[in-house]
T-cell receptor, first 110, second 112 residues
Framework: QKEVEQNSGPLSVPEGAIASLNCTYS??????FFWYRQYSGKSPELIMF????GDKEDGRFTAQLNKASQYVSLLIRDSQPSDSATYLC??????????FGQGTRLTINP | NAGVTQTPKFQVLKTGQSMTLQCAQD?????MYWYRQDPGMGLRLIYY???????DKGEVPNGYNVSRLNKREFSLRLESAAPSQTSVYFC???????????FGSGTRLTVV
């Protein structure tokens, strides 16, 4: 079992709809969780982080964490073509080391 | 702009050649990292340095060495490049658990 698992996609969503990206992790002791966006040929950039169970909202982005189910998700409301990218889920493993999922490729269709 | 600077951006090596990838950050971060990214494999940790003067192996350290030269700089060396080391390499730094990483722009390395 991979430490962090994501559906690799591609996930195709119409413009204006909600995109839902999911991630599961295996280490029940994980404390912090991150979502990165990576455009093709570019480096990952941090868009959200979450530590507590529940929802965290930042503009059109909402991160959701359920530690009991070892599940973290990212919702993108009112999806725009500029949201088309690969989204990487990352989990803190201690000593400030992040373990990354393989990423989900998201395409927003105009 | 503040951030993480990697050099070079592109490199082609012949099998057996050596090279050093350079990384510097100007954010006064304690922790620095080297990852490689391959299609379908995500980002895999090669080495990291939790603070100046310390380095530790990550998930895929074989074939690589690192040096934490000072708080700003963390270099990755390939002593004898192999085609399996063809990848995109990212350096990153972190100011703490709450802040995630800041990534450099990456080095696209091809070993022929």
């Amino acid at each position: 079992q991979k430490e962090v698992e994501q559906n690799s996609g591609p996930l195709s969503v119409p413009e204006g709809a909600i995109a839902s990206l999911n991630c599961t992790y295996s280490d029940r002791g994980s404390q912090s969780f991150f979502w990165y966006r990576q455009y093709s040929g570019k480096s990952p950039e941090l868009i959200m982080f979450i530590y507590s169970n529940g929802d965290k909202e930042d503009g059109r982005f909402t991160a959701q964490l359920n530690k009991a189910s070892q599940y973290v998700s990212l919702l993108i409301r009112d999806s725009q073509p500029s949201d088309s990218a690969t989204y990487l889920c990352a989990v803190n493993k201690g000593a400030q080391k992040l373990v990354f999922g393989q990423g989900t490729r998201l395409t927003i269709n105009p | 702009n503040a951030g993480v600077t990697q050099t070079p951006k592109f490199q082609v090596l012949k099998t057996g050649q050596s090279m050093t990838l350079q990384c510097a950050q100007d954010m006064n971060h304690n922790s620095m990292y080297w990852y490689r990214q391959d299609p379908g494999m995500g980002l895999r940790l090669i080495y990291y340095s939790a603070s100046e003067g310390t380095t530790d192996k990550g998930e895929v350290p074989n074939g690589y060495n690192v040096s934490r030269l000072n708080k700003r700089e963390f270099s990755l060396r390939l002593e004898s490049a192999a085609p399996s080391q063809t990848s995109v390499y990212f350096c990153a730094s972190s100011g703490g658990t709450l802040h995630g990483y800041t990534f450099g722009s990456g080095t696209r390395l091809t070993v022929v």
